[in-house]
Every structure is written in structure tokens, then in C-alpha cells.
């Protein structure tokens, strides 16, 4: 059987090194991951106790409408509920939006490097992909706009970006929005919102009223700790989320999903906490690096890109060794760097000392 021609040039998605894996591997009792960008502190303890009851009824399907789900976000965002559209994790979100909107013929225009699956989506669907590198972890926003041509269906905006955590500030998105054509759909990935702090970043959803070809995404993986239950959102004019929802499967998100993330919601305080001591831990970590001379760039969210005198490959297998598994930059399609999850406490105290014995350690020939 002949599948889609593209297909032939691409690669399935490779996931990071699992915690089990390198216990075997390296006869390791403790493995800390600070890789995918999970919640070190868990998820809600609320959640925990309501897991059993939630777990009854599998042999039902779900609520295809989330609707539940569904009001309470909309209560919550001031928006119509019929401007949402659920996902199996915000990334569907993403393949949705792909298969809605893009065809051959057609093209779709992606920061470098960014969350990859919006490449990977399109590419499947036969459009082409403009890739416009980074300003020193920044969306190059000009040169996005001078790409975008008639041929142009979708933009991606990743903020905080993945993998610099670089947000896209309230002026920049505003400029953007004011000279991006109407006709072309403008998608904001806010997977790590929760963890801003900057005074100066966009209320994205206030905005769709103002700009009807943008939709934003939000996700329960991240801050809220759900990363294994599978449910994200996106918010979007009714036109467009209704466009969206017939390419949307119809119980594509469980019943187990929807519940959790709705106690998620109401577990503010799991939520308070668990920001303020990443977003705690990570400024001291900034500080770790400062002492150790090494550059980073200037995260929102809940990691932070290393730069390195050596490959991002190199301290990933040593630091494996050590019993932590960081993301190599050559895997993120950003050489001479890892980026880093922001964890515990002392397990950041411990990488940094990790870290510093590997510097001391590094002769003339292995730093690049």
C-alpha cells in the first residue's frame, strides 16, 4: 500500500529518554527527569481523591461535547461556549488546525526552532513550511509578516516559545495581529501561560474578539500536572472553532480527562504553589548559571535553555550517567545547548554541582 509521499521523508516522533530505561541501562536506583517539561510537584491532590469515582462508567463513551468542562471555561475566559474546542492535549489542538486549514498548494509559516509538531502536522497535510529563525530566542515577528503571502493559511506563535521560553510581549502581538492579513489564521500556543510573570504579557483570549482570525491554546499538561490524562483547549472566534469541531473526532477526549481538569480548575491553591516555587527555583537557577558563566536564555516558563561550550549531546549522556535526563539542544534543532526543566529544589542544587564539576572537567578540545 502506497501511503502519502511525505511520509517518506519523515520521522516518527522520537520522545526523550524514559525514567525505567535508564535505570536498566545505567543499574541507576533514582533518576530525576527535568526533560519534557512536566510538573515536578504532581497534580492536585484534589484530583488524586477523585480518581476512583472518576474511573466508574468506562464502558460509556464520553461527553463529546465536554460540556461541563466546557461552561466552566467559558465562565472563566468571559467567552461564548461555543468557542472552544477540546483536544487530546492541546497538541491534537495543532493537528486539528492543520487538517482544517492546510492543504498542497498552500503554505504555513513556523518560528526556528519551536515546538516541532506544527511542522510535522502540516508537512502531512502538503504544505509547505516557512521557517523564520529566532532572534536570540525571540520570534523574528517582522520577518514573519514579510513571508506571509496569498498562499498563506496559517501562523504559528509559540509564547513562551519551546525550546527558549521567550515570550511574545502585549505591543508585539498587538503589531502583529494589526498587519497580519485577515484571511490568514493566527494560532497562539500558550502551553505555558500559567508560569508568566512578565507584567508585560498579552491576555491573548481578551483579544479574539478584536481579531477574528486568531485562536489560542491552553493545555492541562503543563502547570496543572495532567500531562498524562491528555486534555488541552483552544479558544477561537465561533466561526472559526465551529470549522474546527467538524474535523475534531467526535469522543476525542476521556470522561476521565474532562472531570480532572474541571477539579483542576477549582484547585487554585495546588496551582498558586506549584508556579511560585518553579518560577522561585528557576530565578535561582539563573543564578546558579550566572556563577557558572554560562548563558541562557530569558524563560517564562517552566525551563530554561542552557548554552554550552560543548554539545547539548555530550552533557545529556553524561548527565544521564548521573542519574539526570535533561533534552539535548540537537534534538530541538538547537545545537551547543540542553534545556532544562525547572524541578525541585535539591535536585537543582544537585544538577548545579553536576554541572559545574562537568565544566571544570572539559580540556581545550571538547569545547567548540
Not at 1 to 15: F, R
Not at 273 to 280: E, H, I, Q
Request: with cysteine; glycine share 6%; aromatic share 8%.
Amino acid at each position: 500500500m502506497k501511503a502519502k509521499e511525505v511520509l517518506n521523508q519523515m520521522k516518527p516522533y522520537k520522545p526523550g529518554k524514559q525514567i525505567e530505561d535508564v535505570k536498566k541501562e545505567y543499574g541507576l536506583n533514582r533518576i530525576i527527569k527535568l526533560a519534557s517539561n512536566e510538573n515536578p510537584f504532581g497534580f492536585s491532590d484534589k484530583v488524586k481523591q477523585a480518581l476512583p469515582n472518576l474511573s466508574t462508567n468506562l464502558e460509556l463513551y464520553p461527553d463529546g461535547y465536554a460540556t461541563e468542562l466546557r461552561e466552566r471555561l467559558a465562565e472563566i475566559h468571559s467567552i461564548d461556549k461555543d468557542q472552544l474546542i477540546f483536544g487530546c492535549g492541546s497538541d491534537e489542538v495543532v493537528d486539528i488546525i492543520c487538517r482544517t486549514y492546510l492543504e498542497p498548494g498552500n503554505n504555513t509559516i513556523i518560528a526556528e526552532p519551536t515546538f516541532p509538531q506544527y511542522k510535522h502536522n502540516a508537512l502531512i497535510q502538503g504544505a509547505l513550511v516557512k521557517e523564520i529563525p529566532l532572534q536570540n530566542g525571540y520570534h523574528n515577528l517582522q520577518a514573519m509578516l514579510e513571508a506571509i503571502d496569498s498562499d498563506t493559511k496559517v501562523v504559528w506563535l509559540c509564547t513562551p516559545n519551546n525550546p527558549t521560553g521567550c515570550l511574545i510581549n502585549d505591543v508585539s502581538l498587538h503589531y502583529f495581529m494589526k498587519n497580519c492579513p485577515e484571511n490568514v489564521l493566527v494560532v497562539v500556543d500558550e502551553a505555558y501561560y500559567e508560569y508568566v510573570t512578565t507584567s508585560d504579557a498579552p491576555e491573548s483570549i481578551n483579544l479574539i474578539k478584536q481579531y477574528p482570525n486568531l485562536i489560542v491554546l491552553r493545555t492541562f499538561s503543563k502547570a496543572y500536572g495532567l500531562a498524562g490524562l491528555r486534555i488541552g483547549y483552544g479558544v477561537a472566534s465561533e466561526s472559526v472553532a465551529n470549522l474546527l469541531n467538524i474535523t475534531r473526532g467526535p469522543f476525542n477526549t476521556t470522561r476521565v480527562a474532562q472531570q480532572a481538569a474541571l477539579i483542576a480548575l477549582e484547585d487554585t491553591e495546588f496551582l498558586q504553589n506549584s508556579v511560585d516555587t518553579t518560577n522561585k527555583n528557576k530565578q535561582q537557577f539563573f543564578s546558579y548559571l550566572d556563577d557558572l558563566g554560562l548563558k541562557y536564555y530569558d524563560s517564562e516558563a517552566n525551563f530554561v535553555f542552557v548554552k554550552l561550550p560543548t554539545t547539548g549531546d555530550a552533557l545529556f549522556e553524561h548527565l544521564l550517567k548521573k542519574g539526570f535526563i535533561v533534552r539535548s539542544g540537537e534534538a530541538l534543532g538547537h545545537p551547543k545547548g540542553v534545556r532544562i526543566t525547572i524541578g525541585e529544589q535539591e535536585d537543582m542544587n544537585e544538577l548545579r554541582d553536576l554541572l559545574a564539576a562537568y565544566l571544570s572537567s572539559l580540556s581545550k578540545e571538547e569545547q567548540i
